[in-house]
């Protein structure tokens, strides 16, 4: 379904976007019905066909976003446009038109439902700072050690209504971290609040980001190397039932998993440094420059097949043998 969407600024970054965001109009997932200027900086009706109004005008047109073009000055426009009585979460940062294999049809799903991405170290943080999206999860900036964050995925929903206590309370002067558990008895867990200076700290942003889960829409990442116990592990990630993927750098069923052409070049590479086993997939995927590059990752949050750019194999679209 097209959506209605105004543009808001009309400067440097305006001119770099426009050709994308003409793209998806051609596409017909978008309709522009305005363009939002400074009052000093207009000096007609009309911008690339379409009407050039002042902040003040946006009430009298129907709309269901506002892309900003302005990145310098995002969280600001964003502040602007909430004090108006427009909702936060019908405005889209303007940069993300220019992220690879970029589709609004597909972007603005991830907004109607939040995808509320479980992972096992900050590639989740990663993803939805490089999409521009609410944080949707409250596995953020935490770390787990392997045999936790397993038995924590297998069961998703028992724990994560579960509410989170201190395990250990941490301490600046002597550089340790909070730990926090989830669950009771033979079923708790334990993770590594890494990025807070408190076990206080860690669970108000835990509480703030638990309350923004979507259980109909869950994404799972787990990453793992050949020493840890993947035989196993692997056999209880199969099973999850959510979109998902594991980043692991050993793959001999390529059938069986879909994100081995990921890996078998990431293995050559690591080969090619001589650092097989301690060259670490994690690190790597969670460069955004990499994670553009590597991943059209849109498709992948929407469980998609074929969302690895980089591969070794083309595949083919049943019947009339178009490229994918």
């Not at 003040?56 to 900003?68: A, T």
């Not at 890494?194 to 799972?220: G, P």
């Amino acid at each position: 379904m097209m959506k209605k969407c105004i543009i808001w600024g009309n400067g440097n970054d305006y001119e770099k976007l426009y050709n994308s965001i003409r793209l998806e109009v051609y596409k017909r997932n978008i309709e522009i019905v305005a363009v939002v200027s400074k009052k000093e900086n207009i000096y007609s009706k009309y911008i690339d066909g379409v009407p050039l109004i002042i902040k003040e005008e946006v009430v009298d047109f129907e709309f269901d976003y506002i892309i900003i073009s302005s990145s310098r000055f995002y969280r600001e426009i964003c502040d602007e446009i909430v004090s108006m009585g427009i909702e936060r979460n019908r405005t889209i940062n303007g940069e993300v038109f220019s992220y690879a294999c970029f589709d609004f049809h597909k972007y603005v799903g991830l907004i109607e439902q939040p995808v509320t991405i479980i992972s096992d170290d900050c590639w989740g943080g990663a993803v939805y700072h490089a999409l521009s999206l609410p944080f949707s999860s409250p596995t953020i900036n935490i770390n787990w050690q392997k045999e936790e964050y397993v038995r924590f995925i297998s069961d998703l929903p028992y724990y994560l209504n579960k509410p989170l206590k201190c395990g250990r309370e941490g301490n600046l002067e002597t550089g340790e971290y909070p730990i926090g558990l989830l669950g009771d008895g033979n079923k708790q867990v334990s993770m590594e609040l890494i990025h807070s200076n408190n076990f206080n700290e860690a669970k108000q942003q835990w509480d703030r980001r638990q309350k923004r889960i979507n259980f109909n829409n869950i994404f799972v990442k787990f990453g793992m190397r050949r020493q840890d116990n993947w035989e196993s592990y692997l056999e209880i990630f199969d099973k999850l039932p959510y979109n998902k993927i594991c980043l692991f750098p050993y793959v001999r069923d390529r059938e069986r998993y879909i994100n081995s052409a990921l890996f078998e070049k990431w293995r050559r590479e690591g080969e090619r440094k001589g650092m097989v086993d301690s060259y670490d997939i994690n690190d790597y995927l969670r460069s955004p420059s990499v994670m553009r590059r590597t991943i059209d990752i849109l498709s992948l949050l929407c469980g998609e097949k074929g969302c690895f750019r980089e591969t070794d194999e083309i595949d083919l679209v049943e019947g009339n043998g178009e490229v994918l």
